[in-house]
């Protein structure tokens, strides 16, 4: 599809909450990119303007006014499908924020649309785009690790109540359809995906007995992918503890205080070595010819610069839109992490395994 060229690339962001907020400032900091509009119901009622851009009520007053190279959409979930549907119906490519959809069944709508129209979709799994990810990506394609064996993976951290975090807007975060599996296993998942291959089954345990809200709070969940890897993940969102990708990484800096230096949220172990991240700690034997637990493994740690996933994801998303680049996590990606969470929901409910392929 053809796209036109311009100086800078002008982008609209519909949803001004947490998300989309940062997705504005990102743009409007960009080199290439231009804030072009935000579509925002309770702003438009409130400002003709934000930022030095018009604000309107929905997409298709945007699309009838001012058509953008690209949107963002980081509206609540239950409003993606309908919102991606529209961008590609104007032939617009579009920003995702994840879960891509509510139900497996409407991502489907969406994946299929987009395919038959030729329209990209980008999923908002900024975490493909950390550059921690990236080069554990990279160390386990090399063959280093050798066939993958097993992952250990954890999320483990605690969500104040105090901070309004489950209440007035944010209130269903207390019921199904919240819950930490769909909210932060979703990108867990994208994570395991990238770098142990499919999951084609998974069993789990969940819990709600701190918190007692309708969704679990604690979750323990082992998975079975399909190149003969196994792997375990421990997920709460109320726990004292600072095992988390947003702890251990430090690429958020509103977890720049509580950053936890040399600890690490996973565990990669292949037949030939192993890796932790976000350490970048490398243990392969000496000899892959001479492998034993006798043997010792030599030890390295592979260098990484730390940039902020969100900024590189938006840049990312300017080269989607001019056509210089493919999604890295496609509509269909996306579809496939929110199948594998909803496998998950349904093993711990079901208490047996769940087959997700």
Sequence with gaps: MQRKTRSKTRIAVAGAGQVGSRHIEIISGSGQLQLSGIVDPALAY????????????????????????????????????????????????????????????????????????????????????????AKAVEITDSGVLGPIVAVMGSFLLYKAESEHYYDGLHAWRREVGGGPLLINMIHEVGNLRALCGEIEAVQAFSSNANRHFAVEDTAAIALRFAGGALGTFILSDTAASDHSWEHTVGEDLSFDGAHADDVDCYHLTGALGSLSIPTMRLRCFRDPADRSWHKPLERSAVAVEIADPLERQMEHFGEVVRGAAKPLVSARDGLQNLRVVEAIIKAARAGSAVSVL
């Design 46 to 133: 409130e400002r003709g303007e934000v930022r030095g851009v018009p604000v309107y009520e929905s997409l298709a007053e945007l699309f009838a006014k001012d058509r953008p190279d690209g949107v963002v959409i980081a509206t609540p979930h239950r409003l993606h499908v309908e919102q991606g549907l529209e961008c590609i119906a104007a032939g617009v490519p579009a920003l995702i924020e994840k879960p891509v959809a509510h139900s497996v069944e409407a991502g489907l709508r969406l994946c299929e649309a987009a395919e038959a129209a030729d329209v990209p979709i980008l999923v908002g799994h900024h975490r493909r785009h950390s550059a921690i990810m």
